[in-house]
Nanobody, 122 residues
Framework: QVQLVESGGGLVQPGDSLRLSCAASGRLFTRYAMGWFRQAPRKELEFVAFITWRGRGNYADTVKGRFTISRDNAKNMVYLQMNNLKPEDTAVYYC????????????????WGQGTQVTVSS
C-alpha cells in the first residue's frame, strides 16, 4: 500500500514557475515508477510526466521543455518543476504510483493522490 500526498499548487501568472511535490508513504518506494497527471475543468485526465525508479523521465509533448520531473528516493518524494506556465496548464494535478507498465496511461497506475490545484491566470 502506498499513500500519496501532493502539495505546492497555487495561483500564478503566465510565465511564472511552480514546483509540485508528492510525498509517498509506505514501503518500497523504489519499487514504483511515478507519474504526474492533470485534469482541467470539463476535460479528461491527461498524462503529464513519468519517472522510472532509476530517474529516467518521459513527458507529454505539451509540457516538454517546460516541466521537469524528479524524485528523491531517500526522502520518498517526487517533484514536478513547472516553468513558463501557461493558462492552458490550469488543472488539478495528481501524483500516481505505478508498479508495472509504460507509465503514460492512467489506468496502469496503482495508487493516486488527492490532487493539488494549479491555476495560471493574469
Amino acid at each position: 500500500q502506498v499513500q500519496l500526498v501532493e502539495s505546492g499548487g497555487g495561483l500564478v501568472q503566465p510565465g511564472d514557475s511552480l514546483r509540485l511535490s508528492c510525498a509517498a508513504s509506505g514501503r518500497l518506494f523504489t519499487r514504483y515508477a511515478m507519474g504526474w497527471f492533470r485534469q482541467a475543468p470539463r476535460k479528461e485526465l491527461e498524462f503529464v510526466a513519468f519517472i522510472t525508479w532509476r530517474g529516467r523521465g518521459n513527458y507529454a509533448d505539451t509540457v516538454k521543455g517546460r516541466f521537469t520531473i524528479s524524485r528523491d528516493n531517500a526522502k520518498n518524494m517526487v517533484y514536478l518543476q513547472m516553468n513558463n506556465l501557461k493558462p492552458e496548464d490550469t488543472a488539478v494535478y495528481y501524483c500516481a504510483a505505478l508498479e508495472n507498465g509504460s507509465g503514460s496511461t492512467a489506468n496502469e497506475y496503482d495508487y493516486w493522490g488527492q490532487g493539488t490545484q494549479v491555476t495560471v491566470s493574469s
